[in-house]
């Protein structure tokens, strides 16, 4: 099965504990509950670039400053046992909007220290790979799940990228 193609921006702004970033708690759909990168499926047509753009709008209110969006690699994520949530993960960051970040009917943003990601109430491979990319290095990930689509069977780096 083709694995769904999205895309997530993370938002970084600059505080005087050090950068934070942009997360939100999923009130809906798919990993309902958990704190996630925010952005979602590639429309027909659309670049991941532009997804993530119109997923930060739908979600949180704001529009990306155009040409401030810097890729940030790819997660391949897999499960085995679900092979329908297969999903390939463009990831940008971007640390220049317009609009104030708000609430929406899929999630509720907060703002994070980079260096205290609520991990946590994340999935569990997400501190294997989040770290890298606030760290601004463009890397292309596999993450495998276990049987239970929770716990991380396998991870690794494909290969370092450009930033
Ligand atoms: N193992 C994993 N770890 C992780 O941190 N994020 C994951 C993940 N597997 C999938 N994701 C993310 C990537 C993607 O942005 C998100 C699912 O996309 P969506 O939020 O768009 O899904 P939904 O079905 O809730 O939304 P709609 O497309 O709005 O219906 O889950």
Redesign the pocket.
Known sequence: MMAAR???CFLLRASADGPEVLLGR?K????LG?I??L???LEEGESAAEAAAR?LFEEAGVTLVEGAMRPAGT?D?R?PARPE?D?E?SMFTCTRWTGEIAESE?IEPAWYPASALPLTD??Q??DHW?PVVLSGVASDFL?V?AEDNETVAKFSVKGAGQD
Do not use: N, Q
């Open positions: 999205v895309a997530l999923k809906r759909g798919f990993g958990k996630v990168g952005g979602g499926h997923e997660v994520f499960f949530w999903m993960c899929e994340m999935w491979d997400a989040l993450v799940m």
